[in-house]
């Protein structure tokens, strides 16, 4: 029989296995390295990070439904407007609902429990759906709370918004600052981070791979499908919630015509992009679609281009030559100055090219967790897609 | 007589309790009151925007003066943020503060509550002294404390919302935030007046655009046209943006059989809406009146002949700037300045920042100092005949004096009423 | 006698039409959806931009050929003009959208090719808004003959009629194809078993393009009939109709013709006749904006009491 001291040290190390190797330390330095980098930043690049660390959250959260229990949700943007609403309706002076303001930090794990709760009660009637019909179910759920946000004026106020929120106070100090609110969300994106990459690799994780890979097969090895599938939605509500809730007093102005399909659109591309299942991914989708859109307005690119002027005036030389071979008048190129501002104003077209070819280039997405990755490798020539009625 | 102290005692806490319910209630009743409030701006409102004291910008030799334009550049609002910018730059052409350049720094604001901040953010990094935006209620509200922080002064040329000037805070409006149009609730006054004594209808059925401009106004509407004896029949309907399928609103309106059609939105879907109607043989020459959202050069061109009749109501004068305004802005973007919405507003928003500069600005040693606290003052102080009429300020930052004028479509194109 | 509805015979009669008419549009979009899921059970989400760009070229055709000064017989030649140039615009993108995005990921994970579609819906649907209309709108030129046919309560524009009947012929032409046609066997073959149909011969790529084609002529000529009936076009103008129409093709059960069809009406009914049913409850009075709350809260019952649509066969219930 080992000692107390060795079975603890063997329960410890068990724990800190199932984390990513040297999590722990890892991700104490990442946030330490990300705190002290904030004075170097300004507003501008704050408010960039923080819909970054934004979406990582939320991203985290559809992560459990989509990338590790393999069902497809389209609504996500129902749960982050449902934390946002949550802490919005209690805390703001204009509410028409509620008079007076009760404490954030008692709202706060409210969201998280309220979107647990409502992840339930759209996960229940849509339990029995597979796939495609899950996504359009999902998707109809999210535009059914776009539509009764926007129309229950008496709660909601619809598109007047809520405002002036009491911002979350921390032994009498006002979070304000966009560095401050920065703080806050990568506290978040780390909680929502550790408890999913917990329940990964726990029994629940495992049970939700195996419903990923095949139902049918799950069942009947005796994992209570049902009971699972409602875990997943939970969990990834209370995160999507979560990231509502702590952006509320951030943007202060929650109105319906913030929660569009675009942000579930948004967040489903990331996951995807970055890899599915995987943390580094999420990160890297964020990055990319949320993170690069903002840069592109930024006057350091603006600048950043003008130092490649030289490099326009050579294309331009040699628009020129080639007007001159023929009639052709090729359009020159604008000053560099303008071009951050082109870019900025096609933003979306951009967005739109690079989720076909990152897809193209890359159909498991930047980082996919390793074990997708292998099973992808695995089934790539062996198992062809089959038709219509398999 | 001891029994008696006793419960006078009791009575005495009891009425101090109910009048401090009261008190509380009447307190919480006022944030209910949409606009309603007009209190002007306070000390402690200085002080928040850190001009309480001088806050001095120094503008190196040989560099320009910076002036921040937040509007919507992209997306749904394009059309109508971008001739704004350009009616804001024009009126600095040719302008020189002591010898220094003007420099537009424009941001885009998509005309969202994110849009709003972030704009404001990269404006204020820019190193803008004042600034013309954000052009819609929502990216304004949400941009009145980044603007505020930094003590720079900002005019929006366009945010109708009534509560933009009266926030809930202790410290009363932002000092930092004037704004150049007619409020909602002007707009729909004059309108109901217009109906019920110009055109003598009494019932009207009301559509709107769900947002927020448009439920304003909508709501505005229907006060004022009951309170000057008017009906409103059926149910308001209401529809979103980029809604293009009104049949079965017009199905309600000819069930409903109004006098008069009511629309609160935006052109885009005015268009389809009035296409729509005059297909119908039961509404085909039912009179409708629309707002400024309305009124626009696309209307025409894109509902053609469903167009003809149609009344619409413009906030906003011509004052004697607008002939200026309208040839400078032919000139450096080829438009029609008469066809630009809030684009005399935008304007005149632009020409109060540079006059109050020109008050302002010192030249020391080459460099030029800008006081931003005196430079709010002299924008404050304003009193000057621009494009939209007279600019002058209210103690709350709103503008003084509601002017609407009325137009009604005739042979494909707007002709202005004369003013009763 | 207290009348056994709030509303009017006339209020019953106008919303049964307009939800034929939304109806018919929602049914010609979902037949390509409908279509290309039997074949490759992906969800084309930029089928609604390949309507969009169809209603788009239909509406250069008629502006090219003289806009609002058409007249006479000239209308009639415009519309057969415009009609043929959405059909090969949509045709156009299809194809291209298959072999550009799709057919790289034909044997990726099964998101993968869900993604590259909102990413190509994305772009298309802005290209025209950002790049092309400066975020504003378009409006198809008035030429369709006005006037309508009363019967009693009943009332019926031109343009409604010309609407539904040409949708009921289309959708009659696609039917034939694929019941009667050898290209028609091949579609249904491969939606039958991939594998199976290539080793009896069929060509499965031929195939698959000529599925997505079918679609996306219905989609063009749908994008012409609602340009001409709403007017309003822009950018973003196929995502709301081309969920509805998703919707529309699951509700009648995904991979069915006849159900996309039905799926299509009855959503289009639902939006209207639906609403005043409600409305018919004392104490609810439920405004326009209503309508897609009542769409997709349908939808969702549907799929609890019946996850195969009207129309579903057992596959459909398979991921």
């Known amino acids: 029989m080992p000692s107390p001291a060795a079975r603890w040290k063997d329960a410890r190390a068990a724990s800190w296995d199932r984390l990513p190797s040297a999590a722990r330390p890892l991700a104490w330095l990442i946030l330490s390295l990300v705190v002290l980098f904030i004075p170097f930043f300004d507003d501008v690049w704050m408010r960039m990070f923080f819909l970054v660390a934004l979406y990582v959250t939320l991203g985290i959260g559809l992560n459990v439904v989509v990338g590790l229990a393999g069902l497809l949700d389209l609504g996500f943007v129902a749960f982050f407007a449902l934390g946002a609403y949550l802490v919005a309706i209690f805390d703001s002076p204009v509410s028409p609902a509620v008079n007076g303001t009760v404490n954030y930090w008692v709202l706060l794990p409210a969201a998280v429990g309220v979107g647990a709760l409502f992840g339930v009660l759209l996960g229940l009637p849509v339990l029995p759906l597979r796939g495609d019909y899950l996504a359009i179910v999902t998707l109809g759920f999210g535009e059914i709370v776009r539509i009764l946000l926007l129309n229950m004026d008496n709660i909601t106020r619809g598109s007047s918004g809520l405002y002036e929120l009491e911002k979350p106070a921390v032994a009498g100090y006002r979070v304000d600052a966009v560095s401050e609110f920065y703080v806050m969300i990568v506290i978040a994106a780390f909680v929502a981070w550790f408890a999913t990459a917990r329940l990964r690799d726990s029994r629940v994780g495992r049970a939700w791979e195996a419903i990923r890979e095949d139902e049918d097969v799950a069942a009947a090895m005796g994992i209570n499908t049902v009971k699972y599938k409602l875990m997943a939605f939970a969990t990834g509500a209370s995160i999507g919630a979560l990231g509502g809730a702590i952006n509320a007093p951030f943007i202060d102005f929650v109105a319906p015509q913030s929660f569009t399909l675009q942000v579930s659109i948004n967040v489903l591309a990331l996951v995807i992009i970055g890899g599915m299942g995987s943390t580094q991914g999420v990160i890297a989708g964020a990055l990319i679609l949320v993170g690069v859109p903002e840069v592109l307005q930024f006057e350091e690119t603006a600048n950043l281009l003008e130092k490649l002027g030289w490099l326009r005036d050579g294309m331009n030389t040699a628009i020129d030559g080639l007007n001159g071979l023929s009639p052709m008048n090729l359009a020159k190129l604008p000053p560099a100055d303008e071009w951050g501002e082109k870019l900025a104003l096609y933003r979306f077209i951009v967005f739109g090219a690079l989720l076909v070819a990152i897809m193209i280039v890359r159909p498991t997405g930047l980082f996919p967790s390793r074990r997708r990755e292998m099973e992808f490798a695995q089934t790539s020539d062996a198992e062809l897609p089959a038709g219509g009625t398999v | ?420 | 006698m207290t009348p056994l509805f709030l509303a009017s015979t006339e209020v019953w009669l106008d919303q049964l039409v307009n939800g034929l008419t939304t109806g018919s549009i929602y049914a010609l979009i979902a037949l390509g959806y409908t279509m290309v899921y039997g074949v490759l059970q992906l969800i084309n989400f930029a089928h609604g931009e390949v309507f969009m760009l169809g209603s788009f070229a239909g509406y250069g055709t008629l502006v090219a050929l003289g806009g609002n000064d058409l007249s006479g017989g000239m209308v009639a030649v415009a519309l057969i003009l415009a009609f043929l140039a959405a059909g090969g615009a949509s045709l156009g993108t299809a194809v291209a959208v298959e072999r550009v995005a799709y057919r790289p990921l034909r044997n990726a994970p099964r998101l993968a090719p869900l993604i590259s579609a909102i990413g190509v819906s994305v772009l298309l649907s802005h290209l025209v808004d950002d790049g092309f209309l400066n975020g504003g709108a378009k409006f198809y030129p008035q030429i369709f003959p006005d006037g309508d046919i009363e019967l009693g309560p009943l009332q019926v524009t031109y343009l409604q009629l010309f609407l539904m009947g040409s949708s009921l012929a289309m959708m009659g032409v696609l039917y034939w194809i694929v019941q009667q046609t050898k290209t028609g066997r091949a579609i249904r073959a491969v939606a039958e078993s991939r594998d199976n149909a290539a080793l009896m011969g069929v060509n499965v790529n031929r195939t698959i393009v000529v599925t997505f084609a079918l679609g996306a002529v219905l989609a063009g000529f749908a994008g012409v009939l609602y340009g001409l009936f709403f007017s309003s076009i822009r950018g973003s103008m196929g995502f709301l109709p081309g969920v509805k129409a998703f919707t529309a093709a699951v509700l009648g059960g995904i991979g069915s013709i006849p159900g996309a069809v039905v799926g299509g009406y009855f959503l289009g009914l639902t939006e209207t006749v639906g609403r005043e049913l409600l409305n018919e409850i004392p104490g609810v009075n439920l405004p326009n904006q209503w309508k897609d709350v009542i769409a997709f809260a349908l939808l969702v019952l549907v799929l609890i009491f019946r996850p195969t649509g009207i129309f579903g066969q057992k596959e459909s219930k398979r991921a």
């Open chain 2, 1 to 420: 007589m001891r029994v008696r102290g006793h419960r006078s005692r009791i009575y005495l806490a009891f009425v101090a309790i109910v009048a401090m319910a009261a008190v509380f209630a009447a307190a919480c009743g006022g944030d209910d009151d949409d606009g309603g409030s007009t209190a002007g701006f306070s000390d402690a409102g200085y002080k928040t925007a850190g001009l309480d004291k001088a806050r001095v910008v120094t503008i190196d030799s040989g560099a320009a003066i910076k002036i921040g334009i937040s509007s919507a550049l992209s997306g749904d609002v394009k059309g109508l943020g971008v001739p704004i910018a350009d009616s804001a730059e024009v009126a600095g052409d040719g302008v020189t503060i002591k010898g220094f350049k003007i420099e537009w720094v424009r941001e885009d604001d998509l005309c969202t509550p994110e849009g709003g901040p972030a704009a404001a953010d990269r404006l204020i990094k820019a190193k803008i002294v004042a600034a013309v935006g954000p052009i819609c209620s929502g990216g304004t509200r949400a941009s009145l404390a980044a603007f505020d922080k930094e003590g720079i002064t900002h005019i929006s040329p366009s945010a109708t919302s009534g509560d933009l000037t009266s926030p809930t805070r202790a410290e009363g409006p932002y000092v930092t935030f004037f704004r150049v149009p007619v409020l909602n609730a002007d707009e729909a006054a004059a309108q109901a007046k217009f109906i019920r004594e110009t055109l003598k209808l009494k019932k009207a059925f009301v559509v709107n655009d769900t947002d927020d401009y448009g439920k304003d106004l909508a709501a505005s509407f229907q006060t004022s046209f009951k309170a000057q004896g008017g009906e409103i029949v059926g149910t308001p309907e209401g529809y979103e943006k980029k809604t293009t399928d009104f049949k079965a609103i017009i199905t309600k309106i000819k069930a409903a059989k109004p006098d008069v059609v009511y629309l609160a939105g935006f052109y885009a879907e005015a268009t389809p809406f009035l296409q729509q109607l005059r297909a119908d043989p039961d509404t085909k020459a039912l009179v409708f009146m629309g707002g400024d959202g309305v009124k626009n050069d696309e209307l025409l061109t894109g509902a053609k002949d469903a167009a003809e009749g149609a009344y619409l109501a413009l906030p906003g004068g011509q004052g004697s700037q607008f002939a200026a305004y309208k040839s400078k802005y032919a000139a450096k973007y080829k438009g029609d300045a008469e066809t630009v919405t809030f684009g005399a507003e935008a304007y005149d928003a632009a020409t109060a920042i540079l006059k109050a500069l020109e008050k302002v600005a010192v030249e020391k040693s080459g460099k030029l100092e800008i006081d931003l606290k005196k430079l709010n003052e002299e924008i404050k102080k304003s009193n000057f005949e621009g494009a939209s009429g007279v600019i002058k300020f209210e103690s709350n930052g709103n503008r003084a004096g509601a002017i609407v004028r009325f137009f009604q479509v005739k042979g494909g194109k707007y002709v202005e009423l004369p003013a009763k």
